[in-house]
């Protein structure tokens, strides 16, 4: 019998099934979707088996060993493989690394091994362990050539080891004997306190009166019994009282309109206006399936939003599992095989959790508009579109949840492809916070030359008098956005990225926000000398500092990507702002979204017209709703205001946030069509990733003027907004369709090589 395996090495060349023959003692039991260890020349490799024939046109060798015992890649996992495969053209070998989690891969590790240790050069003999073996790192590779020749020469061996990612956590446990208890009663009196029927940690031993070495002894002697006993590794979540809600009239009608279609595949958008208890409907929708003995799913696009939400769960279920990209391997591996087993019927996570296959009754995406759904690095896929598949797989219903749906999402809706519901009402607090424009050229003119105006400096005194909170969100990291050289205008960039670094005041640096770079702080411009160089615009470390001069009694906690680096840090940093008596947070949009802080009164909203900037056919759409997000925080209990500051607002956009969604969709759905722009049209692109700008440029032209001989509309090629991130260059062209020739596609994309890397984004969309 022969193998067809897929290996996971994500290279053009690779992107192909290699044939190899299954040992007689495998036969009886591997399958489809199971890894296996596989030899490729001299080294070894996991792969995945795919396809099972009973015979090869090629010279094969032997599979080497088989990992599982039951396939790791299940029916569900193959299906959205061939998805993304067909939809993103993706490599084949990137397809299953992406939805494979990575705790059920391996690392790789070379090991030199001792072969005649009397030969072997001096100064590598140190580098090896008592038993004769040197495990290569990446600071070794210098030895690389030296390695190589005493290989050849038959006095080292290089082997390559295989080691999973992550796996279970044991912990040595004891429990008593009853046939040794007795004799050993007067030497250890301690035993007296042991229980016959119970499992001892070390620590409980101990603090009875064992030593360590008394321990050892017990079981040496059969007194004690030693085992390993496997734990689940917790996800630093804490729980606190959540009351159970009496639904209102609209959320009871749409969790009997979701029910009565919980057996057939089903699309609903559910738009709900801040407030409206959208989550209230999700858990009730998750009782009644789990109450079947079905899993449900519920995503969140970002970290952060996941503790509130398993607060309240664990308070009205048990059974609830966490999967996130924050968590350590060894935790998502735990998570991993309770959601696998069922020992869990509620799955919560971002989008690294929705390729677990499970045995789903339901699907949940809450705050479905946001872009955070789309998975930019390495292999591109968009979760919304991939949850309709996911859904229609299980035929089951999904459900896109929102308080400001994307133009796509309500067109859907409007067309019937989605069954729509709407929660009007506030059923905590009724009345909707009242907002205030202000424009910052006026309050210049003023001579306030602060960042904050006049009403919003007010309102802040206003409620740090009332022991109330205010969040402030302005979406830039650092203190400034550059530094610039006054004299001469230079401008310190990343010499990876060709962007200009931002200055950090308290770190005292520069930092690329795309490939990590960073160096000190210039005194003096090294173009010109001249010291007269100065930090540029307004960053979200500046906001602090002119907080803590203007407000200098208030206390204030800053959330940005900065300081929500380590672990649990989402959940500490958002306690300590209801806990802790917290004046004013500041944050980038990570807290604008979904987030529901009871003591929230007042909404700053800082040079909000910096978002209607980003050079995009949908960006007046991101506007929009980050601003509605945002101002969504306020006033969810009690009466909130939000004050919108900027120097250049849209009139447009004061009016739709006055007049509503409705006035926003049409106004917008309007100017889609005039530009031809999704719903009306299809709008692709290609991405060329190259380590030289001219053949970058080149491929990318070349494919343009493929795809304009076949009557396609192709604007570009162009540079995007930083045309160099990582040290490589990038070109982009972009192309508007009804209906696109899928072998044109395959065909751009075979023209990458081990230097250019072209990447198909299939509708630039938000769903």
Same mark, same amino acid.
């Given at each position: 019998?022969?193998?067809?395996?897929?290996?996971?090495?994500?290279?053009?060349?690779?992107?192909?099934?290699?044939?190899?023959?299954?040992?007689?003692?495998?036969? *009886?039991?591997?399958?489809?979707?199971?890894?296996?260890?596989?030899?490729?020349?001299?080294?070894?490799?996991?792969?995945?088996?795919?396809?099972?024939?009973?015979?090869?046109?090629?010279?094969?060798?032997?599979?080497?060993?088989?990992?599982?015992?039951?396939?790791?890649?299940?029916?569900?996992? /193959?299906?959205?493989?061939?998805?993304?495969?067909?939809?993103?053209?993706?490599?084949?070998?990137?397809?299953?690394?992406?939805?494979?989690?990575?705790?059920?891969?391996?690392?790789?590790?070379?090991?030199?091994?001792?072969?005649?240790?009397?030969?072997?050069?001096?100064?590598?003999?140190?580098?090896?362990?008592?038993?004769?073996?040197?495990?290569?790192?990446?600071?070794?590779?210098?030895?690389?050539?030296?390695?190589?020749?005493?290989?050849?020469?038959?006095?080292?061996?290089?082997?390559?080891?295989?080691?999973?990612?992550?796996?279970?956590?044991?912990?040595?446990?004891?429990?008593?004997?009853?046939?040794?208890?007795?004799?050993?009663?007067?030497?250890?009196?301690?035993?007296?306190?042991?229980?016959?029927?119970?499992?001892?940690?070390?620590?409980?031993?101990?603090?009875?009166?064992?030593?360590?070495?008394?321990?050892?002894?017990?079981?040496?002697?059969?007194?004690?019994?030693?085992?390993?006993?496997?734990?689940?590794?917790?996800?630093?979540?804490?729980?606190?009282?959540?009351?159970?809600?009496?639904?209102?009239?609209?959320? +009871?009608?749409?969790?009997?309109?979701?029910?009565?279609?919980?057996?057939?595949?089903?699309?609903?958008?559910?738009?709900?206006?801040?407030?409206?208890?959208?989550?209230?409907?999700?858990?009730?929708?998750?009782?009644?399936?789990?109450?079947?003995?079905?899993?449900?799913?519920?995503?969140?696009?970002?970290?952060?939003?996941?503790?509130?939400?398993?607060?309240?769960?664990?308070?009205? /279920?048990?059974?609830?599992?966490? /999967?996130?990209?924050?968590?350590?391997?060894?935790?998502?591996?735990?998570?991993?095989?309770?959601?696998?087993?069922?020992?869990?019927?509620?799955?919560?996570?971002?989008?690294?959790?929705?390729?677990? *296959?499970?045995?789903?009754?339901?699907?949940?995406?809450?705050?479905?508009?946001?872009?955070?759904?789309?998975?930019? =690095?390495?292999?591109?896929?968009?979760?919304?579109?991939?949850?309709?598949?996911?859904?229609?797989?299980?035929?089951?219903?999904?459900?896109?949840?929102?308080?400001?749906?994307?133009? =796509?999402?309500?067109?859907?809706?409007?067309?019937?492809?989605?069954?729509?519901?709407?929660?009007?009402?506030?059923?905590?607090?009724?009345?909707?916070?009242?907002?205030?424009?202000?424009?910052?050229?006026?309050?210049?003119?003023?001579?306030?030359?602060?960042? /904050?105006?006049?009403?919003?400096?007010?309102?802040?005194?206003?409620?740090?008098?009332?022991?109330?909170?205010?969040?402030?969100?302005?979406?830039?990291?650092?203190?400034?956005?550059?530094?610039?050289?006054?004299?001469?205008?230079?401008?310190?960039?990343?010499?990876?990225?060709?962007?200009?670094?931002?200055?950090?005041?308290?770190?005292?640096?520069?930092?690329?926000?795309?490939?990590?770079?960073?160096?000190?702080?210039?005194?003096?411009?090294?173009?010109? +000398?001249?010291?007269?160089?100065?930090?540029?615009?307004?960053?979200?470390?500046?906001?602090?500092?002119?907080?803590?001069?203007?407000?200098?009694?208030?206390?204030?906690?800053?959330?940005?990507?900065?300081?929500?680096?380590?672990?649990?840090?989402?959940?500490?940093?958002?306690?300590?702002?209801?806990?802790?008596?917290?004046?004013?947070?500041?944050?980038?949009?990570?807290?604008?979204?979904?987030?529901?802080?009871?003591?929230?009164?007042?909404?700053?909203?800082?040079?909000?017209?910096?978002?209607?900037?980003?050079?995009?056919?949908?960006?007046?759409?991101?506007?929009?709703?980050?601003?509605?997000?945002?101002?969504?925080?306020?006033?969810?209990?009690?009466?909130?205001?939000?004050?919108?500051?900027?120097?250049?607002?849209?009139?447009?956009?004061?009016?739709?946030?006055?007049?509503?969604?409705?006035?926003?969709?049409?106004?917008?759905?309007?100017?889609?069509?005039?530009?031809?722009?999704?719903?009306?049209?299809?709008?692709?692109?290609?991405?060329?990733?190259?380590?030289?700008?001219?053949?970058?440029?080149?491929?990318?032209?070349?494919?343009?003027?493929?795809?304009?001989?076949?009557?396609?509309?192709?604007?570009? *090629?162009?540079?995007?907004?930083?045309?160099?991130?990582?040290?490589?260059?990038?070109?982009?062209?972009?192309?508007?369709?009804?209906?696109?020739?899928?072998?044109?596609?395959?065909?751009?994309?075979?023209?990458?090589?081990?230097?250019?890397?072209?990447?198909?984004?299939?509708?630039?969309?938000?769903?």
């Amino acid at each position: 019998m022969i193998a067809r395996v897929i290996l996971d090495i994500k290279h053009q060349e690779m992107n192909r099934l290699f044939d190899y023959l299954v040992p007689a003692k495998w036969e *009886p039991f591997l399958s489809l979707g199971m890894r296996v260890v596989v030899p490729l020349g001299e080294s070894k490799r996991m792969g995945y088996v795919v396809e099972l024939v009973e015979e090869s046109e090629f010279e094969v060798k032997e599979i080497i060993e088989v990992l599982d015992t039951i396939p790791t890649i299940e029916e569900e996992t /193959f299906y959205l493989a061939d998805v993304m495969k067909k939809e993103y053209f993706h490599l084949e070998n990137r397809v299953f690394n992406t939805i494979i989690p990575k705790e059920l891969l391996v690392h790789y590790q070379k090991e030199v091994h001792f072969v005649d240790e009397s030969k072997i050069p001096f100064e590598i003999k140190e580098f090896f362990n008592t038993k004769g073996v040197w495990s290569v790192r990446k600071k070794d590779l210098p030895f690389g050539n030296l390695l190589r020749r005493l290989n050849k020469n038959k006095i080292v061996e290089i082997k390559t080891v295989l080691r999973s990612k992550a796996k279970e956590k044991r912990i040595k446990v004891y429990h008593l004997t009853k046939t040794a208890f007795n004799r050993y009663l007067n030497r250890y009196p301690q035993l007296e306190h042991l229980e016959l029927d119970r499992t001892y940690l070390r620590e409980d031993l101990v603090e009875v009166g064992f030593s360590i070495s008394n321990i050892n002894t017990l079981v040496k002697h059969g007194v004690l019994f030693e085992k390993l006993k496997k734990v689940n590794r917790g996800v630093g979540v804490s729980q606190v009282e959540a009351d159970r809600i009496v639904l209102t009239a609209e959320q +009871q009608n749409a969790v009997d309109a979701v029910l009565s279609k919980k057996d057939v595949f089903q699309p609903f958008l559910l738009k709900g206006i801040s407030g409206s208890g959208k989550t209230e409907v999700y858990f009730d929708l998750i009782e009644a399936i789990i109450k079947e003995g079905r899993q449900a799913m519920l995503l969140v696009p970002e970290i952060a939003l996941i503790q509130p939400l398993y607060q309240r769960l664990s308070k009205r /279920f048990d059974s609830i599992s966490v /999967f996130h990209s924050g968590m350590a391997a060894g935790e998502r591996f735990d998570q991993y095989q309770m959601i696998k087993n069922k020992e869990s019927k509620i799955i919560i996570g971002t989008r690294s959790a929705f390729f677990i *296959p499970l045995d789903l009754g339901i699907l949940i995406l809450d705050e479905a508009h946001d872009e955070s759904y789309v998975q930019k =690095e390495g292999a591109y896929y968009d979760t919304r579109e991939l949850a309709l598949y996911k859904a229609k797989f299980h035929q089951v219903p999904v459900v896109f949840g929102t308080s400001t749906p994307t133009l =796509e999402m309500m067109y859907s809706a409007e067309q019937g492809e989605y069954q729509k519901l709407e929660l009007n009402q506030r059923p905590l607090f009724k009345k909707l916070p009242k907002m205030y424009f202000v424009d910052m050229k006026k309050e210049l003119q003023e001579n306030n030359t602060s960042i /904050f105006s006049k009403i919003l400096i007010e309102k802040i005194n206003d409620r740090i008098a009332k022991k109330e909170q205010t969040m402030l969100f302005l979406n830039r990291k650092g203190y400034a956005p550059f530094v610039l050289c006054r004299t001469c205008g230079y401008v310190p960039k990343c010499p990876n990225c060709e962007i200009a670094l931002t200055y950090y005041k308290n770190k005292k640096q520069l930092t690329c926000h795309y490939c990590g770079y960073h160096e000190g702080i210039i005194q003096a411009c090294p173009s010109c +000398q001249s010291d007269k160089v100065k930090e540029v615009g307004v960053g979200i470390e500046y906001v602090v500092n002119r907080l803590e001069k203007t407000f200098p009694d208030a206390k204030i906690l800053r959330i940005d990507a900065n300081v929500t680096k380590t672990k649990n840090s989402h959940e500490i940093l958002y306690k300590k702002f209801e806990t802790e008596n917290i004046d004013i947070l500041v944050g980038t949009q990570m807290v604008s979204k979904g987030l529901d802080f009871k003591n929230v009164t007042l909404v700053g909203f800082l040079m909000a017209d910096l978002l209607f900037q980003i050079p995009h056919y949908f960006a007046s759409e991101q506007a929009y709703i980050l601003l509605m997000q945002a101002c969504g925080r306020s006033g969810r209990h009690q009466q909130g205001e939000v004050i919108v500051q900027g120097y250049d607002l849209k009139e447009s956009l004061e009016k739709n946030v006055e007049q509503g969604y409705d006035s926003f969709y049409k106004e917008a759905l309007y100017q889609r069509k005039l530009g031809k722009y999704p719903p009306y049209n299809k709008v692709s692109q290609f991405i060329f990733e190259g380590t030289e700008l001219l053949k970058t440029y080149q491929a990318a032209f070349q494919a343009k003027k493929d795809l304009s001989e076949k009557g396609v509309t192709v604007l570009g *090629p162009i540079e995007p907004l930083y045309r160099k991130t990582r040290d490589r260059f990038t070109y982009l062209i972009t192309f508007k369709y009804q209906v696109l020739n899928s072998e044109m596609i395959k065909r751009i994309l075979k023209g990458q090589t081990a230097n250019l890397y072209i990447q198909y984004i299939p509708s630039l969309m938000m769903m």
